[in-house]
């Protein structure tokens, strides 16, 4: 995953885990977690991308189309852990195949 795919994933994620009304103190409030979270930035690409809804009366923020973005993020997210804990394992098998046949002592 990318730096920017990164910054959303993160943004997005915190978005889905709390409800508009959560959010909404923790901009009246000044609380930093929002800020760490969402950077004014990426807030406003997700604005313009309409991934979230300032806005409106639902019980969370992000919009269907944010929530699909997160499900794409995810699943990029999933795919890189998955690619990574091959070539672990793909190291493992070759020492252990060059142990056994005497390669390695």
Same mark, same amino acid.
């Given at each position: 995953?990318?730096?920017?795919?990164g910054s959303f994933y993160k943004a997005l994620r915190f978005l889905a885990d709390?409800?508009?009304a959560e959010i909404k103190v923790m901009?009246?409030?000044k609380l930093t977690l929002y800020?760490?979270? $969402?950077?004014?930035? !990426?807030?406003?690409?997700?604005?313009?991308?309409?991934y979230i809804r300032p806005y409106g009366t639902t019980k969370f923020i992000i919009s269907q189309k944010g929530l699909q973005q997160l499900r794409d993020l995810e699943l990029i997210k999933h795919r890189d852990l998955t690619?990574?804990?091959? $070539?672990?394992?793909? !190291?493992?098998?070759?020492i252990s195949f060059a142990t056994v046949n005497g390669w390695v002592k």
């Open positions: 995953m990318n730096k920017l795919d709390n409800t508009r901009e009246e409030q800020d760490d979270n $969402v950077p004014k930035d !990426v807030e406003a690409t997700l604005k313009e991308f309409d690619l990574i804990l091959s $070539v672990i394992a793909l !190291v493992i098998s070759i």
